[in-house]
């Protein structure tokens, strides 16, 4: 772009070379890095012919934070803080693959009570960022009222997570072996009062927001992915299931204790905004009732290992890998070792960053308001994919 | 679909308009969930395991000195560097002293010189850069660290957050005066 | 000769009283939408300021006012600031036929429907020049957009309004409220009731309000056609905004709700009444539901309101020849 005034090329890299389909009189309009709807600063260059968007292009990096370079310095102790800041919607996912790489790599055994305990504070992590997503999606198709229902139930489970982590979003509470610290009875208390009032906010969601109109008329035949493009794009969690894929980590590859409890996994076969709206709404259900089992079976023992690496621990030569299923997906850490003091290389798998690839081919011919609604229903966290 | 039942669809739908006005107008009408935060707090319960900035323990015998032995892990433990601990040096000794020493050491006997004592001269802590992740807690030899639970830490500036923290426990001490149980109650769980 | 001085005085006497009410209203309003929302999402809205946050419109205002007023880059400076101007002015103008109390009216016109219907239309040349003079690609949709939806919408408006002038034989609003009477039963609402919701429908659509503030939907386009002005100029599209909000209330409440008619005693206190609770309905209408897309904005218009409207307003010719 030629700014004939100052006689300059104007725009970035982006900008000057971002290649316009073959229509012509299109507009091409930045949408982001600051744009209430793209959480965060996500970048989208958009081309549009009226409303209608001819060609999307994300760009990503404005949010990059070396993490995967950060651990090359660290030791793998140290390296924990980072796991609660990759992702803020669902750390504890970050947190639980970190963690389940290292002991796999350096076969520490996790003793029955810890592992429970990571399930429930996992699970109920993953209620609150579904929670952050639907009152967030929401903002997003205009209404403004069901986000701050939705904080209110989400600041209830952070004072029950601040208990058994210490913190209130950026969780760093898992540790190699185990968790940092064993529940008390004010968090059995809160957590047993927390599920049947939980299990009668969801009607009031589903009156006020899901049966709603003109949400539906929103959501609903939007943003379609076929099974066959979530493949491609190997995208996962609840942007996969909401296409009737029903691959969940949980089930496809179990690790920890979940097989013992009794839930679904939640999958609807339309493909829609609306499917993936679903899926995790029915998802916040099933956290519920895996945590109700799980602190009903709560066995006794130790929350850690008794020989807790420390930091100046070094891990034995080689690689491992573990996969979590966490809030937006799929959530891998692969850990190499060459046994010196720091990691050679930890490589993060982030679901948002395959679920993001899929907004450029679906946003295709749709309107501006329903390109803010597809990207909504991808619940992307911005960090997470620039990690 | 056939037009009658399309009509039905089509109240249907409507009255979901109602049923999203009758749940707002519920709310509207029931209590706020708002803490007005400087007229009321929240239930001190929650916070009794929060993991706010770090403090010293005090040792048991001494509450206004720290447990700690100056042996720096903690300093080496953390990831992002914001502990800083100054050791002591050896008490100064007056010429006669030293005179005494040199005078010992020439006739060949073996003399214990006067060692540093162990508790740090310094032990400063910058909260801005600490990401609370409790490495240096799970690192300290002799438990001398913990959380606290502060949550209503304010500061204007960056060197609001750059505590000394012997001065702090020293405060402390005072502000519990001296009837008090020396022994602050350590977070057993984070040790 | 006498009688024109008058009826000058009286209308300029009228205008500044319009005006000061204007502005009253907008603290209050501002008040009363951010406190509604607050009850409504359960949170206590603004608070500090004052007791229980009533002073909070007034330092609102004076920050708008102490703002720079930025001109961006490579926009028309004439039509950037004509067009808060142009949105804000005309809307004193509508306040004129408004019946607020047996004789409390600036200037009782035969054609005062008509007036309020012509210079409502000013509004959306307004918004049009703010959103093409600033230079800004999202202020440009949100003009385009602003226009399709006021032009459109006017016209169901135009034709429930019409309906009740039918019925009425006049155009003048004092007169209507005239014909009403004291209690509920008596009022045009009850034989108009699908005139009264399309009408409440499009004025929504034509003051751009939740769930239809297309123009300035903060999650598509940023804000909108007023998303490069700052200070003042925004505060008077604010400031028209909230005024536009209470001229379709006063006109619903005269077409409708028998204006300043009421059970027991009448006056303007009744007028006023139904006026706040036009508008707090509206309040409640934006802090429930989500915003519509805009092909369905003008499908809800084109497929549902116009017909419906045309049917009432036969259905209306008919009656009233027959009967």
């Known amino acids: 772009m030629r700014n004939e005034k100052l006689d300059l090329v104007t725009g970035d890299f982006y900008t000057q070379n971002f290649q316009k389909g073959a229509r012509e009189n299109t507009l091409i309009l930045n949408m982001g890095p600051q744009h209430p709807s793209t959480h965060g600063v996500l970048r989208i260059i958009l081309e549009l012919d009226g409303e209608y968007i001819v060609r999307a292009e994300p760009i990503l990096g404005y949010l990059h934070r070396m993490h995967e370079k950060m651990a090359e310095v660290k030791t793998l102790v140290q390296y924990m803080p980072n796991m609660g800041r990759v992702d803020y919607g669902h750390p504890l996912a970050w947190n639980w693959a970190f963690a389940g790489a290292v002991e796999r790599l350096g076969g520490i055994e996790v003793p029955e009570r810890a592992e429970y305990l990571r399930v429930i504070s996992c699970e109920l992590n993953r209620i609150t960022s579904h929670l952050l997503w639907w009152g967030a999606y929401i903002l997003d198709l205009g209404a403004f009222t069901p986000i701050m229902y939705a904080f209110d139930d989400r600041e209830r489970l952070l004072d029950i997570l601040q208990i058994v982590t210490g913190s209130r979003l950026t969780y760093s509470s898992f540790r190699f072996g185990g968790v940092c610290a064993d529940i008390n009875d004010k968090f059995k208390e809160l957590v047993n009062d927390f599920i049947p009032y939980m299990r009668t906010r969801l009607p009031m969601y589903k009156g006020l927001v899901t049966d709603n109109i003109i949400l539906r008329k929103r959501v609903e035949e939007i943003g379609y992915f076929s099974p066959d493009m979530i493949r491609r794009y190997g995208a996962t969690g609840p942007v996969a299931r909401g296409s009737g894929l029903a691959y969940d980590v949980r089930r496809a590859e179990p690790y920890s204790v979940y097989n013992r409890f009794d839930w679904k996994v939640p999958v609807y076969e339309k493909g829609d905004a609306m499917a993936r709206y679903l899926v995790r709404l029915d998802e916040i259900e099933q956290s519920l009732n895996i945590v109700e089992q799980a602190m009903a079976s709560l066995p006794e023992g130790k929350h850690i290992v008794d020989k807790a690496p420390k930091y100046t621990w070094k891990a034995p030569k080689g690689e491992a890998y573990f996969a979590v299923e966490g809030g937006r997906g799929k959530v891998g850490v692969q850990v190499v070792s060459d046994g010196g003091k720091n990691p050679y290389k930890i490589k993060l798998r982030a679901p948002g960053f395959s679920n993001l690839s899929l907004f450029a081919e679906a946003s295709q011919g749709t309107l501006l308001a329903d390109a803010v609604a597809i990207l909504g229903s991808l619940d992307l966290i911005i960090p997470e994919i620039d990690r | ?191 | ?323």
């Not at chain 2, 006997?109 to 310094?122: D, I, T």
């Not at chain 3, 209050?28 to 608070?47: I, M, N, S």
């Not at chain 3, 202020?139 to 032009?151: E, H, K, P, T, Y």
């Open chain 3, 1 to 323: 000769m006498n009688g024109i001085a008058t009826e000058l005085i009286r209308i300029v006497v009228g205008l500044v009283a319009v005006a000061a009410f204007v502005g009253l209203n907008g603290l209050v309003l501002v008040y009363a939408e951010r406190k509604g929302a607050g009850h409504f999402q359960r949170r206590p809205g603004p608070f500090e300021v004052g007791p229980h946050g009533v002073i909070q419109p007034i330092a609102d205002a004076l920050k708008l006012i102490g703002k720079q007023l930025f001109t961006p880059e490579n926009a028309d400076p004439f039509l950037f600031w004509l067009a808060p101007l142009l949105s804000f002015f005309p809307v004193l103008l509508l306040f004129v036929p408004l019946p607020f109390g047996p004789v409390l009216t600036v200037w009782e016109v035969d054609l005062g429907l008509l007036l309020i219907l012509a210079f409502a239309g000013i509004n959306v040349l307004a918004l049009l020049l703010a959103g093409w003079a600033s230079n800004n690609k999202y202020g440009l949709l949100g003009a385009g957009r602003a226009v399709a939806q006021s032009v459109a919408y006017e016209i169901p408006l135009l034709l429930t309004v019409l309906a009740i002038a039918f019925q009425s034989g006049t155009l003048n609003l004092s007169t209507i409220v005239s014909q009403q009477g004291s209690w509920p039963w008596q009022w045009n609402i009850v034989t108009q009731p699908l005139a009264f919701i399309i009408y409440l429908i499009s004025a929504l659509g034509e003051t751009n309000r939740a769930p239809f503030d297309l123009p300035e939907a903060e999650s598509e386009l940023t804000a909108g056609f007023h998303t490069e002005y700052s200070g003042m100029g925004f505060g008077m599209f604010f400031l028209a905004e909230y005024a536009n909000m209470i001229v379709v209330s006063g006109v619903c409440t005269a077409l409708f709700l028998g204006g300043w008619k009421g059970p027991f005693v009448d006056g303007f206190w009744w007028y006023l009444v139904k006026v706040y609770a036009l508008l707090g309905a509206m309040i409640w209408f934006r802090w429930t539901y989500p915003r519509v897309r805009f092909d369905q904005l003008l499908n809800i218009n084109w497929k549902w309101l116009l017909p419906l409207a045309t049917l009432n307003l036969l259905g209306t010719a008919f009656l009233m020849k027959v009967f």
């Open chain 2, 1 to 191: 679909m056939n037009p009658i039942k399309k009509f039905f669809q089509t109240i249907a739908d409507l009255w979901s308009l109602i049923v999203g006005l009758q749940i707002t107008g519920k709310y509207f009408c029931q209590r706020q969930v708002t803490v007005h935060y400087p007229r009321k707090e929240i239930d001190p319960e929650i916070n009794k395991t929060y993991r706010g900035h770090i403090e010293l323990v005090a040792s048991p015998k001494d509450p206004t000195k720290p447990k700690c032995i100056s042996c720096l892990m903690c300093v080496s433990a953390c990831p992002s560097g914001c502990i800083t601990v100054v050791k002591s040096k050896p008490p100064k000794l007056s010429p006669e002293e030293e005179q005494a020493i040199k005078d010992a050491e020439a006739r060949g006997e073996k003399v214990k010189k006067p060692s540093a004592p162990k508790e740090p001269a310094q032990w400063k802590y910058d909260f801005s850069l600490c990401s609370l992740c409790g490495t240096c807690i799970e690192a300290c030899a002799v438990d001398s660290i913990q959380f606290s639970n502060e949550l209503y830490v304010v500061g204007t500036s960056r060197n609001d957050f750059k505590y000394d923290l012997l001065a702090r426990l020293k405060s402390q001490a005072e502000k519990r005066g001296p009837v008090a149980e020396s022994k602050p109650e350590a977070e057993t769980k984070e040790a």
